[in-house]
């Protein structure tokens, strides 16, 4: 590991490439580094560098990359790098720079990657940077920039543009439709390929790394997707991205954000967004993650979301939705966290249910229930006396009517003839030899 840059900046004035990213430099940037007139990459990435970015950082005219991140500089941002008219790549985050976005990247007619983000940056909105035909990645995220965003009416705005992340600022009013008109590259196919910056080997071979012994240079990012932050140390040409979160926008989700086909993440949460969720945004295919939550979005959840095949994350919680969530394809397997703080809300996999079909209710134990335990117990047993009471009266009435006929009563209860009696002279045997005293009752 390296704690010093001196020893390579020392005679090597045609020095094509330095790379001395992730070891323990610190202190402030040499001068020194600016007589390497030849340099075309310059990577101190992940250091512990402090102090402000030299300006005579200007003379490398031949600088196609220059990565910084992930150190301590501060100040402003160097006033003029009007020479880079080389510059490909230009990676700040992760800095404590203050003030503007000095406007002379506007000249920087090859940069294709701009990261800015996580510093201290104060400004409006560089609609300027519209101009750049090439830059593919614009990353402005975690500064304190602020206004409305609006577009200078440019015919062709940001038509490279892949990766637009803004979130973490104070910038306000509609979310910028007419930039969304014009970001081409997010409407057509892209095919696989890693964004990099190469060239250099084939006038200036020497390079000096400790990381590879490749003369190109990857860019790398760090990003907000699926709800966790995670670093790309290869930018993939399909990572298609919007992040607005975390912003001060008002108003509806324009219709036209669903034209953009080939967006795999789009994050436009905590806002102060209001209307309908867009039904054109069941357009979006290629979507893997899709987060709008914590903003005031009324009615229903369109049922053409779910012909998101791909969609891995779904945020829509604390907003103001209503009626049954869409059923189908990846809508079957998102939580209840998804849809959280909406109390208008209701079916799967909430615990609300539509309709008539009610939640079941639940009574706690009473004494006063008449169904309880106990006293359907005691039902039991009367009923099981009663059956007993009721057969033993039974077969003693059918023996009284088998013996004695039909009682007059009883006709005039159940309807029918009353047998007639017939007198006849009973003999009466005295007991002898133990036979009865009517040794037979003759009945007609």
């Known amino acids: 590991m390296f704690t010093s840059i001196n020893q390579f900046t020392r005679n090597n004035d045609q020095l094509g490439g330095l790379d001395l990213s992730f070891n323990l430099l610190d202190g402030d940037l ?19 560098l402090t102090g402000i970015i030299p300006q005579c950082l200007a003379n490398l005219s031949s600088l196609r990359v220059l990565d910084l991140q992930m150190n301590r500089f501060y100040g402003s941002l160097p006033s003029d790098f009007s020479e880079f ?5 230009l990676n700040l985050n992760g800095n404590q720079l203050a003030g503007n976005i000095p406007q002379y990247l506007s000249r920087c007619k090859n940069l294709e990657f701009l990261d800015l983000g996580n510093n201290k940056i104060e ?70 390929d890693y964004m990099m910056t190469s060239g250099w080997e084939d006038e200036l071979p020497l390079e000096i790394s400790i990381q590879s012994d490749k003369p190109w240079y990857y860019d790398s990012m760090t990003v907000a997707t699926k709800g966790i932050k995670i670093t790309l140390v290869k930018i ?19 219709n036209v954000i669903g034209e953009l086909h080939t967006l795999i993440g789009l994050n436009i949460s905590y806002n102060r967004l209001t209307g309908p969720i867009p039904k054109s945004m069941g357009n979006l295919t290629n979507l893997e993650w899709l987060d709008l939550s914590s903003n005031m979005l009324t009615s ?21 939705l209503v009626e049954e969530i ?14 959280e703080g909406n109390l208008g809300l209701c079916g799967f996999p909430l615990s609300k249910k539509c309709g008539l079909e009610l939640e079941p209710r639940h009574f706690p134990p009473s004494t006063n229930n008449i169904w309880s335990e106990e006293k359907f117990e005691f039902g039991w047993k009367a009923v099981a006396i009663g059956y007993g009471c009721g057969f033993v009266i039974g077969i003693g009435l059918g023996c009284f009517v088998f013996l ?36 037979m009752v003759q009945m007609s």
């Open 85 to 89: 008219g080389q510059l490909h790549s």
């Open 123 to 192: 400004d409006y909105f560089p609609d300027w940077l519209q101009t750049l035909q090439n830059l593919k990645v614009l990353i402005l995220r975690d500064n304190k920039l602020h206004g409305v965003i609006t577009n200078q009416k440019i015919k062709h705005s940001f038509p490279s543009l892949i990766i637009f992340d803004i979130s973490g600022n104070n910038f306000r009013g509609p979310l910028p439709k007419d930039y969304f008109k014009k970001f081409d590259a997010m409407r057509n196919v892209i095919e696989l």
């Open 326 to 339: 869409p059923k189908g394809k990846q809508f079957n397997t998102f939580s209840n966290e998804s849809y």
């Open 30 to 48: 040499p001068v020194s580094i600016c007589n390497m007139s030849s340099l075309s990459m310059l990577n101190l990435a992940y250091n512990k």
């Open 300 to 320: 229903h959840i369109p049922a053409e979301l779910t012909n998101l095949g791909f969609l891995e994350f779904l945020n829509l919680s604390n907003n103001h």
């Open 404 to 439: 004695i006929g039909k009682p007059r009563w009883l006709v005039m209860i159940f309807g029918g003839q009353p047998k007639r009696r017939v007198n006849r002279r009973r003999t009466r045997v005295r007991r002898t030899n133990g036979l009865t005293m009517n040794q």
């Open 236 to 254: 993939p040409t399909i990572f298609v991205i919007i992040d607005l979160s975390r912003n001060k926008f008002e108003g509806e989700i324009p």
